[in-house]
Structures are given as structure tokens and as C-alpha cells.
């Protein structure tokens, strides 16, 4: 496995894992197959562990962020903390799919929360330390400064060593800028997801702030693996490229496909090796974070790093853009992710 340095001076493996796959988002699973696969990824030399405190299902009886999926990544930890590059988010005051009440609050960004959101994660994680904290969405009724200003107070504390944003747009990345140095934008972009190419991804190259995408693989669409029964049942049949307009984007995947066979790859590592040539084409260092609940995939995945795209996969693969069909937003508020604010 490669390096690579984000923003802040953060080295970190070339490819991260995003651990909301092994627990009960995209399908089921159990903790000993999760558990599995996690210490597959460090072993393969994926040391960058993403994971969330609304990830996993709830406790029974409980409200707000889920944390289970925190909790399952503390029993990785617990035996191989200095082998990985932790990062966790905070913000997502509700459970993760679940249905919010018109005008009920979703996120919060004001200091207390902050303050308490990190001891709760780094509780949950049984460490003292995160290596990277996002704020997952930003509170519209909170300056981003004032989120940021707080959240570095706890880097002050030493309960966190960088911090990183998510799905927030230019501006707001160069306000969040002036308070603190940014490590990292965690935002959608992939092969069909590219609207943060416009303001976002520039921005980040201008601040030297590092990116990591996540559903590099489109929920993992892209891979041509799904069914559209698999689609329907969890949280990705939510969105109308996946949902209503299924069929039409199979002329996506036949593309990623006809790639992926003239150069001997499978269609994950085309699509996440067209990520790191993005990311070379804007000038700044780009951690794709695909998860699976599968030994096997996580192989697949991590070969990508030394797939090189010749130029003309490279300019077939970027016309994939042009014929997608529908919407990457998983909720109905246009604000919920970047684009949607720009």
C-alpha cells in the first residue's frame, strides 16, 4: 500500500476504509465477519479507518447518533491503535436513514455539543486521541467558525490531532480555513459524482487541503455487482440515480465495464484508479475510502492504487459524467450536501 500526506502535515495509506459498510447500512452483517475484514485492511496496509458516531444501529431505547459502529472499530483498536490513522465525525444529531420531522433540528455545530460529542466518540472508541475529526454536516444556525473555533479547543486538549470538514462548500471551507488549518474535505465524488470538481475541489487545492471521497464506488453501483433488489431494500435505493432511474445508468456501468475488461481490471479498481488520476489532474492528494464486508473485495480495492489508466480510459471514463441519470442526494433538502448550498 502506498502513502500519501493531506492537508496539516496527516500522512495516511493512499486508500482509506469506510467502516459504515460493516454494520447494518448496506445490508447485514455481524461483528466477528466486520471485525474480520478490518483487521484484513490493516494487514493490507489500509491503515485509514473512517468511521462516525451516527453509523450502526441503535441501542435499544436510545436516541440521537447510533455510535455502534464506533464501538465495533474500538475492538480493532483495543489491540492495533498505533497501526492505524483514526477518523471519526460528529454533527448528525439524529440516527443515520432515519425520517426527520419537518422542521426538526438535524445538525448541530454549537460549542457545547462539540465539546460533547468528542468525549462521547472518544469514549465509544476507547482511545484518547482522534486522528481526524470532521464535522459530518454543518449547523446553518452556527457560523462555521464558531463550529471550527471549538473544535480546535479540542485539539488544544489533545483529544484530537487534526480536523476535517464534510460536504461543505468553497466559502465555508475558506472561513473554516481562517480559524484553523483543514486536514481534509470528505465529500461524494466518484466517476458519476463530480459536482464538487467545480468550487470545491479547486479550493481544496488552493488551501493544500487533502480529499477524501467517500462512495468512491457510487454505493457501489459502479462495480456492477448489484442487484437492483440489493439496491431497494437499504438506504441507497434513496437516491434517484439508484432508484427510479436504475436502468437508465446501466449505460454507466456498461462503460466502467468495457474499460475495466480491455485493461484487465475489475470495475472498483478502474473506478477508484480514475480517482487518484483526478486527484493528480487537480493537484492534491486524494484518499478514496471504499468499505466492504468482504475479504475479497477489500483485495480488489486495494490493488487500485497501482492501476495506472492510459489516456484514453481516462477520457472514456470522464464522459461517464454526461450520461448519468438523477440525483446523488440521499435526503430531500437540496442543503444537504454541498452542491446544494453553492
Request: proline letters at 4%; charged letters at 25%; hydrophobic letters at 45%.
Amino acid at each position: 500500500m502506498h502513502t500519501t500526506t493531506l492537508g496539516d502535515g496527516l500522512d495516511t495509506s493512499a486508500m482509506g476504509f469506510g467502516a459504515m459498510a460493516v454494520t447494518p447500512v448496506y445490508g447485514g452483517t455481524d461483528d466477528a465477519t466486520a471485525l474480520a475484514v478490518l483487521n484484513a485492511a490493516v494487514d493490507a496496509g489500509i491503515t485509514f479507518i473512517d468511521t462516525a458516531d451516527v453509523y450502526g444501529a441503535p441501542e435499544p431505547g436510545t436516541d440521537g447518533p447510533a455510535g455502534t459502529n464506533e464501538r465495533l472499530v474500538a475492538r480493532l483498536l483495543a489491540d492495533r491503535r498505533d497501526d492505524v490513522v483514526l477518523a471519526t465525525k460528529f454533527g448528525i444529531t439524529g440516527r443515520i436513514g432515519s425520517v426527520i420531522e419537518a422542521g426538526a433540528k438535524r445538525t448541530r455545530g454549537d460549542r457545547e455539543y462539540v465539546r460533547r460529542s468528542c468525549d462521547a466518540s472518544l469514549q465509544r472508541l476507547g482511545t484518547d486521541v482522534i486522528d481526524l475529526w470532521y464535522l459530518h454536516r454543518r449547523d446553518p444556525d452556527v457560523p462555521i467558525e464558531e463550529t471550527v473555533g471549538a473544535m480546535s479547543d479540542m485539539v488544544a486538549a489533545g483529544k484530537v490531532r487534526h480536523l476535517g470538514l464534510s460536504e461543505v462548500t468553497a466559502p465555508e471551507l475558506h472561513a473554516a480555513q481562517s480559524v484553523w488549518p483543514i486536514a481534509a474535505v470528505q465529500s461524494e465524488w466518484s466517476l458519476w459524482s463530480r459536482d464538487v470538481e467545480k468550487r470545491v475541489v479547486p479550493a481544496c487545492a488552493e488551501l493544500g487541503v487533502g480529499f477524501v471521497p467517500y462512495s468512491p464506488l457510487g454505493r457501489g453501483f459502479l462495480t456492477g455487482t448489484l442487484t437492483r433488489e440489493q439496491v431497494a431494500a437499504d438506504l441507497r435505493g434513496a437516491t434517484t440515480r439508484t432508484g427510479e432511474n436504475w436502468a437508465a445508468n446501466q449505460q454507466v456501468v456498461d462503460v466502467v465495464t468495457g474499460v475495466a475488461r480491455r485493461l484487465g481490471a475489475t470495475n472498483a479498481q478502474v473506478a477508484l484508479a480514475w480517482l487518484y488520476a483526478a486527484g493528480r489532474r487537480a493537484g492534491l492528494p486524494v484518499v478514496p475510502i471504499p468499505g466492504t464486508r468482504s475479504i475479497d473485495r477489500l483485495a480488489e480495492n486495494a490493488a487500485a492504487v497501482d492501476l495506472v489508466l492510459d489516456d484514453d480510459a481516462v477520457a472514456e471514463l470522464d464522459g461517464v459524467a454526461g450520461l448519468v441519470v438523477g440525483d446523488r442526494n440521499i435526503v430531500a433538502d437540496p442543503a444537504w450536501i454541498s452542491s446544494g448550498r453553492e
